[in-house]
């Protein structure tokens, strides 16, 4: 489950098809605005569940220590020089986590985690829970 086929069979912002990292949120709440605003069919959503993601801030590397974000980096769909930076982080194994601002709230941030890096297992993953999320966030009636 913890092993980025979403990521490597897709696509991300933050990578192309083809590299394996795992995407958290910084909070329940925003996992559960990156879920929303991806939302193409809510008949999906019983499926969702969530698990904590816990790692050392030794582990971390922020964006700004990587490089400068062109001005349209939250544009949707994502530039592809954003995915570069993710694929080259990864590919590099510049570290085991990469902090990352998020386009849906751009004061708060999501985490990045490589599952192919030689400190993957320092990353504690926590066991799923399932989530229900609340039909007002995405039933119009």
């Known amino acids: 489950m913890f092993d ?3 990521a490597y069979g897709f696509g991300g912002r933050w990578n192309s098809r083809g590299t394996r990292i795992l995407y ?3 909070s329940l709440s925003l996992a559960a605005l990156e879920m929303l605003v991806h939302l193409n069919d ?3 959503l019983p499926a969702y569940s969530y698990a904590s993601a816990e790692f050392d801030e030794g582990l971390i590397l922020s964006i700004e220590d990587f490089r400068h974000l062109p001005e349209n980096w939250s ?3 994502p530039p592809l020089q954003i995915q570069q930076i993710g694929d080259e982080w990864a590919r590099e194994q510049a570290s ?3 902090k990352v601002p998020t ?3 751009p004061v708060e941030f999501n985490y990045l985690i490589n ?3 030689p400190e993957f297992a320092k990353v504690k993953l926590g066991k799923p829970h399932s989530f229900t999320f609340d039909e007002r966030l995405y039933r119009k009636e």
């Open 4 to 6: 980025g086929d979403g």
């Open 24 to 26: 958290t949120a910084g």
């Open 42 to 44: 809510e008949e999906i």
């Open 75 to 77: 544009d949707s769909p």
């Open 96 to 98: 085991a986590v990469l």
């Open 103 to 105: 386009s849906i709230l």
């Open 115 to 117: 599952v192919e890096h």
